[in-house]
């Protein structure tokens, strides 16, 4: 057993309200439970010793191993081919059809031979709390109960299981045509039990989550050139929306580095406002307008609860239910992937003062007649009153996009979003003939704009740059066309993105900025920016360089995982960095895949 797989060796199941990672050596290697930001169950990716892990995978694997997606679900298969035989591990989990938040949860893994004869081997090895928790073990004919403080976990097997401390190991031999089965369920402490397992059962939950994934994925309306690679970020981002709620996780994991061995460590199992306020409008795209609408609901829900305290109406990121609560702590007992420490859960970040946030939000709910018409008079207030509080308190320095812990700066994209929420708030306000003090959201808007062509611009660079005062490009810039800030054709975006393509770009990935020209207050270096990459092909398409957005769109696609997955990053010999799969990346390719189809269309006639 690999120490450390690559981060970009796993697939993702989940089951809409958390998710797990399988590696294509069959080991489950991160699981929390019951949320996705809830404590650990398996975590040897962060911990290959004291993380926790359960491996299902041939007793002897000599072999070649192969993962793929059952088509248009989120049904991994993990193939194990060797001379002697081929056996499958096929996993998912039932996802929450229900929309109501609940402690049990359950991993499904079927495990048969296709061709052949294959030994199965089978350790689960639970440690529940990031580590940190005990547990005991009742092993008896049924499976095994795992009981830790606040939790129960049930392990069925439809073979027998031995005792290895306060862990389990099985072994089963399967001819060809045969099959097995493993069922691993959570729940509170003294939950009821799962029903028995049986092969009949676990072929039926196979065929019910097919059908919801694929009946789900049909009402895409997407019919461009890369239906696969879209449809993959399409279930995926669905795969990281927490159900009862329509929130986005930004990633499913914590602490996978951005530096194999450095400190960029963090958790992102969170919902940050701009990372999810931008997927209405990918989720739009595809016509998925049930999965947009919910998350704008939980958006006004988060304005609406901070209406009339002596505090910002938005932070940076909340809880999946919208706790804004999210202390950050070093896991001192994990080691770290591959020796990446520090490992944190919860995110300091929340409590930082990002500006650019309200614009998002504000295109988040302009987006399409399908969200705003929905907007209640109630809500409609709660925003025109975060406008006219906007409109005396956008001029202020803050920590921007990047996040960044060495400083408050003056940022451009701050400034641009802030001109995009006084500007889609007066298209919405004229649109749909509502109140609201239209010359002061005006007057803001203008004053933004004047500001960030007087400030935000560099000479020595002829490029929009990252703060005002330096020469530091930013490729967050690249959204200003499509914002609408600029048109695309400018000449002074067309000299920006000329001046980002000599500096930030490198055969054909994005660098977000450089960190050496602007220090971020943190030691190392990072991989290139798959986000930024695909906002480079936004840009490319719309300023109607085609052959090239074309190329580096395709070029980008190389970089994907064996099943279609993004981490955060590229690093320096093309191995994905940071947590995976990023919701970020794959929103932002969704959005670069339409672009680039309704241009190349519109050269070519279509």
Sequence with gaps: MERYPPIADHGLVGDLQT????????????????????????????????????????????????????????????????????????????????????????????????????????????RFDYGRAEHQLELGENGGLFRAPGIDAYLQTSFPLEQDGADVRGRVTLNAGESGGVVFTVCASGGEAPAPLTVDGVTAQFREVADFWQNWLRQSRYRGRWPELVHRSAITLKLLTYAPTGALVAAATMGLPEQVGGERNWDYRFTWVRDSALSVRAMLDLGFVEEATAFVHWLVARLQEREGKEEEPLQTMYRV?????????????????????????????ANQLQLDIYGEAVYALSQGREIAQQATYQGWKTLTRTLDWFAKAWDRPDEGIWETRGGRQDFTYSRVMSWVAFDHGLRMAEEFRRPADLEGWRAARDAVLEQVMERGWSDKEEAFVQHYGGDVLDASLLLMPRVGFIGPKDPTWLSTLDAMDRT???????????????????RGSEGTFSLCTFLYVDALAHAGRLPQARYTFEKMQTYANHVGLFAEEVGPSGEQLGNFPQAFTHLSLIMAAVTLDKALDAEQGR
């Excluded at 000599?62 to 060797?82: E, H, M, N, W």
Aim: glycine share 10%.
């Design 321 to 349: 239910d919208g706790d804004p609560d999210l202390p950050e702590e070093t896991l001192d007992h994990f080691e770290g992937y591959r020796g990446s420490f520090p490992v944190r859960i919860g995110n300091g970040a």
């Design 504 to 522: 930030l770009v490198s055969d054909s990935l994005v660098y977000r900025y450089d960190p050496a020209a602007s220090p971020d207050g943190l």
């Design 19 to 126: 998710a797990a990672l399988v590696s294509s050596q069959g080991i489950v290697d991160w699981f929390a439970a019951p949320r996705f930001d809830s404590p650990s169950i398996f975590a040897a990716l962060l911990d290959h010793d004291g993380g926790g892990y359960l491996r299902l995978a041939p007793e002897h694997p000599d072999g070649t191993c192969k993962q793929l997606y059952y088509p248009d679900t989120a049904i991994l298969v993990t193939r194990f081919l060797s001379p002697d035989g081929v056996g499958e591990v096929v996993d998912f989990m039932p996802p929450d059809q229900t929309g109501t938040a609940t402690d049990r949860h359950t991993l499904v893994r079927v495990v048969r031979a296709v061709r052949g004869s294959v030994d199965f081997t089978l350790e689960c090895r639970p």
